[in-house]
């Protein structure tokens, strides 16, 4: 019996917070299919536990059988609507900074004018986060400067940027490199022992590019930037990974947006679970 690792992003592709509409039942829809006994559910988040527990509250989401959290740096296994994290992906994940104590990191890098830690909540070993004021460092700028304060640690950083445009405030993560969403499904997939056939990712922007170009089975939900739409499609052309990317269409039954967007890639890649989706 062919069984379903279901990963998805949540803002904006599972969660319908975005400008365009979501189809009318879409989501109860969803969240049938995903009480399915053969549909593991996995949310792949930039958001903390706390916070994807209150978007599930919120927009009334099926609750998942895992969470990675983040920005990656978390895996959460749901038993009995309990939390457990996965212990092996910390020890996977830490290689990369040999149990560097977050402090040192906080110290150096605010020292930098401009650069202030975010609140406890957002923090955790391997995510250390930074709000960096725009008017003092631009994106160029502030990696130059922690670069070089983190050089004497000698440990491999990802640094990530973002800026929240509705306070206008730069935010930095710094991450292991290894701790990405990517390498988080890859790893989740090999420990509950998935064939490549039964993972489908969902996502719809930028930070899910790293994975919907990768061989994951993918899907670009309809709403997406026609930007983002352009870009992945050039980069799976240039990786081969053309037949692992779908982009969810808008059709007379179905605006592909959202969860009628992930539910249309899974009929993509598994027509065979046409049977669970009813609606
Ligand atoms: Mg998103």
């Known amino acids: 019996m062919i069984r379903l690792l279901l990963c998805t992003d949540m803002d904006r592709t599972v969660i319908p917070n975005g400008i365009q509409k979501e189809a009318i039942g879409a989501r109860e829809t969803f969240s049938q299919f995903c009480y399915e006994h053969t549909v593991t559910l996995v949310y792949v988040t930039g958001r903390h536990l706390a916070?994807?527990?209150?978007?599930?509250?919120?927009?009334?989401?099926?609750?998942?059988?895992?969470?990675?959290?983040?920005?990656?740096?978390?895996?959460?296994?749901?038993?009995?609507?309990?939390?457990?994290?996965?212990?092996?992906?910390?020890?996977?994940?830490?290689?990369?900074?040999?149990?560097?104590?977050?402090?040192?990191?906080?110290?150096?890098?605010?020292?930098?004018?401009?650069?202030?830690?975010?609140?406890?909540?957002?923090?955790?070993?391997?995510?250390?986060?930074?709000?960096?004021?725009?008017?003092?460092?631009?994106?160029?700028g502030c990696f130059a400067h922690v670069k070089k304060q983190l050089s004497p640690l000698n440990i491999n950083t990802n640094l990530i940027w973002s800026i929240d445009e509705t306070s206008n405030t730069g935010l930095l993560d710094i991450l292991p490199p290894k701790a990405n969403k990517l390498h988080a499904i890859e790893f989740l997939q090999k420990h509950l022992g998935y064939e490549a056939q039964e993972v489908v990712f969902a996502g719809d922007s930028g930070n899910d590019l790293e994975v919907l170009i990768s061989p994951v089975q993918s899907v670009l939900v309809a709403n997406a930037t026609p930007e983002l739409k352009k870009q992945a499609l050039s980069l799976v052309k240039q990786k081969g990974t053309e037949q692992q990317f779908y982009q969810a269409v808008n059709t007379k039954n179905n605006n592909g947006n959202y969860s009628s967007g992930i539910l249309q890639g899974v009929m993509h890649y598994l027509p065979t679970f046409k049977q669970y989706i009813k609606g």
């Open 51 to 140: 916070l994807m527990s209150q978007a599930v509250k919120k927009y009334k989401l099926p609750i998942a059988d895992y969470a990675i959290t983040d920005v990656g740096t978390r895996i959460y296994h749901q038993k009995d609507n309990q939390w457990h994290p996965i212990c092996a992906w910390e020890k996977e994940i830490n290689q990369d900074w040999h149990g560097i104590e977050p402090t040192k990191i906080h110290h150096l890098v605010c020292a930098i004018p401009g650069i202030s830690l975010q609140e406890f909540e957002k923090q955790n070993s391997h995510k250390i986060s930074f709000y960096i004021d725009l008017q003092q460092l631009d994106e160029s």
